[in-house]
């Protein structure tokens, strides 16, 4: 069951101003992800792809927590055949809609990712946390496996098995310390820094972030050869762009290029 179209809207606040979508998970209290949001997610970041008004996207959660994972006091019934593969299903394509939208999507974590939150930041291209933020697979708590394939995307080897063997959360600090997320701020300062850097990315020429978001998502786990001769390809698509001829005519002209998306 995909739920209401009503639940899914409550449950997903999409906002687009200036270029930037934010996309807001909105479960109180800890933004568990129940079907109807894991349908929403993947909707609204399907919108995303061909709103001409979007440039970046932003995803971040409601309150103190960005998202605790797994709705598991409102588990759906899987006893019926076919409904745990639809349902893994769903929850796959909710990760697969960010890392295979064709905007950038920086992730906003205001509070604990953990399990399918992990999941959900992981699969974002640009990481910035807030100081009370913590990252883990705590599932083992619980009866269940974490996400440890998208942990792995970003983690260090030792790191994903310590939080999937013990439940070990990580602080922010700490992931900001090795590198792995941008920055770690005090709750107040952490949306207006990720605005300002959405912002900067809204400038760009949407032909190029978009290119070259195809070119990071596809490059992934090709070899060294196959993944250049992939961006050298999307260096000359982009170059018979008028975005790139507008790009070049500016830095010439020591002028802001007016970018229009062509």
Not at 77 to 106: L, Q
Not at 130 to 149: C, H, Q, R, T, Y
Not at 153 to 166: A, D, E, G, Q
Request: proline residues 5%.
């Amino acid at each position: 069951m995909r739920g209401s179209e009503e639940d899914r809207d409550k449950m997903i606040k999409l906002e687009v101003a200036d270029y930037i979508a934010v996309v807001t998970l909105d479960n109180p209290p800890v933004n568990a992800q129940s079907m109807e949001m894991i349908h929403g997610l993947a909707d609204a970041f399907d919108q995303i792809n061909d709103r001409e008004d979007v440039r970046v996207a932003v995803l971040t959660g409601e309150g103190k927590c960005f998202s605790a994972g797994a709705d598991l006091k409102n588990r759906q019934d899987t006893s019926a055949p076919g409904a745990t593969w639809k349902r893994n299903r769903a929850v796959r394509e909710s990760s697969y809609a960010i890392i295979e939208c064709n905007k950038p999507v920086i992730a906003s974590v205001n509070g604990p990712a953990l399990g399918g939150g992990l999941g959900l930041v992981a699969s974002c291209d640009i990481i910035v946390a807030s100081e009370n933020a913590v990252f883990g697979l705590p599932e083992v708590d619980v009866g269940l496996m974490g996400g440890g394939k998208h942990a792995a995307r970003i983690l260090p080897h030792s790191m994903v098995r310590r939080m999937m063997l013990t439940g070990w959360r990580a602080p922010a600090a700490e992931l900001y310390r090795r590198g792995i997320i941008e920055a770690c701020l005090p709750s107040e300062e952490l949306m207006p820094w990720v605005m300002d850097m959405a912002k900067t990315i809204a400038s760009k020429s949407p032909m190029a972030t978009r290119l070259a978001k195809d070119s990071m998502r596809t490059i992934e786990n090709m070899t060294l050869r196959d993944g250049y001769r992939y961006e050298q390809n999307n260096t000359f698509a982009l170059s018979k762009t008028e975005d790139s001829k507008e790009a070049i005519a500016a830095f010439k002209e020591k002028r802001q290029p007016v970018f229009k998306g062509r």
